[in-house]
């Protein structure tokens, strides 16, 4: 089996994950900084892993770990071993970790922030149509960054003040180009920042997920604090910077099938169909680390080995053409069914998904609405991703926003 080393440039994502699913539904990968895994690359194998009790999250599993071959200044080590949360352990300590979070972001109680992320969302709207007319605009930092920042910090109590320090941290955290030198310290940078907001919520709790937290570890619930620090930086972490690159995909998606743009702003197409489309054809998590295999596991025609870290290449498997059809590799917002797995399938699937569904479902029509001409202000072509081998992360995403709608032409 030919070894596929990951790009830690991320310079052509469709490319890598074309060679990933050409290797077969299992293909042996490097990770940046030398590191061997496997990686799934198949809907159907995918679905299956996951669901597999033979695939677990404890990184004492993994051979390469217990060898000592895993340096703790590798980039990417804050995320194969993030510390002890609902990512990183199994059966019922999974179910006690996952369970407080999943009730506070039901479908039911997501719906009861509409509100408050519509109001977030005219304010963001209000700024972009204060900016200098003509001139090219960052949409990702002026408007998909703020909101989901924002609504992920409101539910979890965290102060807007600690929003640029998060952001510091937390490129270093998903770059693989990170100085080894510099993870050690960057680690440690996070743990602190997110125990210092334990600890203040703990002096003064409201009405927010971190308090009901350290309020259900008092309460019998037995979540240690380091449960309690990491759960909140993982929620803080994925809370926002996927629903960043859904919005940034939706956009260069339409920007670049106009047809279907004409098509989704005359209410042809739904905006629902539009962002599971997007998180399909170009999904923001492009691959998951990592798991590892208790025992040898058949994957169609090969085998995952015992004691091997296995990562889950959604961006591979999100045009799987045996899912999809032959029409796979195609944008097409009108795709019906569309049962992709971007979120993950499952006892792990992620319980932020209703809560990113709902962002997108409003931010994306009320920017279009507010900004009917909007365009690229560069070709896409020109367009560059973050070097972040787990997230589809553009750089930036130039646009010309164009006259707003009511304003003067």
Same mark, same amino acid.
């Given at each position: 089996m030919t070894r596929i080393a990951l790009d830690p440039f991320v310079r052509d994502l469709d490319g890598e994950s074309a060679a990933l699913r050409a290797a077969g539904p299992l293909a042996e990968v490097e990770l940046p900084g030398g590191v061997h895994v496997y990686a799934v690359t198949r809907h159907a194998e995918a679905r299956a892993l996951l669901t597999d009790s033979r695939v677990v999250k404890d990184i004492n599993v993994w051979n390469a770990w217990r060898r000592g071959?895993?340096?703790? $200044?590798w980039p /990417?080590?804050?995320?194969a071993n993030p510390g002890r949360s609902m990512l990183t352990v199994d059966g019922a300590d999974h179910r006690r970790l996952r369970t407080l979070v999943a009730q506070a972001l039901t479908v039911k109680r997501v719906e009861r922030l509409r509100a408050g992320i519509e109001a977030l969302t005219d304010a963001s709207l209000e700024k972009l149509a204060a900016l200098p007319a003509g001139e090219p605009v960052d949409l990702k930092? #002026? !408007? &998909?960054?703020? +909101?989901?920042?924002?609504?992920? @910090? %409101?539910l979890m109590g965290v102060d807007a003040a600690d929003h640029p320090r998060l952001k510091e941290l937390f %490129? =270093? !955290?998903f770059s693989t180009q990170t100085p080894p030198d510099e993870v050690p310290q960057m680690m440690a940078d996070l743990g602190a920042l997110f125990t210092k907001i334990v600890d203040d919520k703990r002096a003064n709790p409201g $009405? $927010? /997920?971190? @308090?009901?937290?350290? &309020?259900? @570890? #008092?309460n019998g619930d037995h979540l240690t604090d380091e449960e309690i620090v990491n759960t909140l930086q993982l929620i803080i972490a994925a809370g926002h910077e996927t629903t960043i690159s859904l919005i940034v995909n939706v956009v260069e998606a339409l920007q670049t099938h106009p047809e279907q743009r004409g098509k989704v702003l005359n209410g042809e197409i739904g905006w629902e169909g539009v962002i599971e489309e997007t998180l399909r054809w170009n999904t923001p998590t492009s691959h998951v680390l990592i798991r590892f295999a208790t025992e040898d596991i058949e994957v169609g025609d090969k085998i995952l080995p015992k004691g091997e870290g296995l990562i889950i290449s959604f961006g591979a498997l999100g045009r799987d053409e045996e899912q999809y059809g032959p029409t796979a590799g195609d944008f097409d917002a009108a795709r019906t069914p569309n049962r992709h797995i971007a979120f993950g399938h499952g006892p792990h699937v992620c319980p932020g &998904?209703?809560?990113s569904? /709902? %962002?997108a479902g409003i931010a994306l029509p009320a920017l279009y609405e507010r900004f009917p001409e909007l365009d690229l202000a560069v070709p896409a072509s020109e367009l560059r991703n973050r070097p972040i081998v787990t997230q589809n992360d553009l750089y930036e +995403?130039?646009? =010309? +926003?164009?006259?707003?709608?009511?304003?003067d032409a």
């Open positions: 071959e895993i340096p703790m $200044d /990417l080590v804050g995320l930092a #002026e !408007f &998909a960054y703020p +909101l989901p920042m924002n609504v992920i @910090s %409101e %490129e =270093k !955290f $009405d $927010d /997920l971190t @308090s009901a937290l350290i &309020a259900a @570890s #008092e &998904a209703a809560l569904r /709902l %962002e +995403l130039p646009v =010309k +926003l164009g006259c707003p709608f009511g304003g």
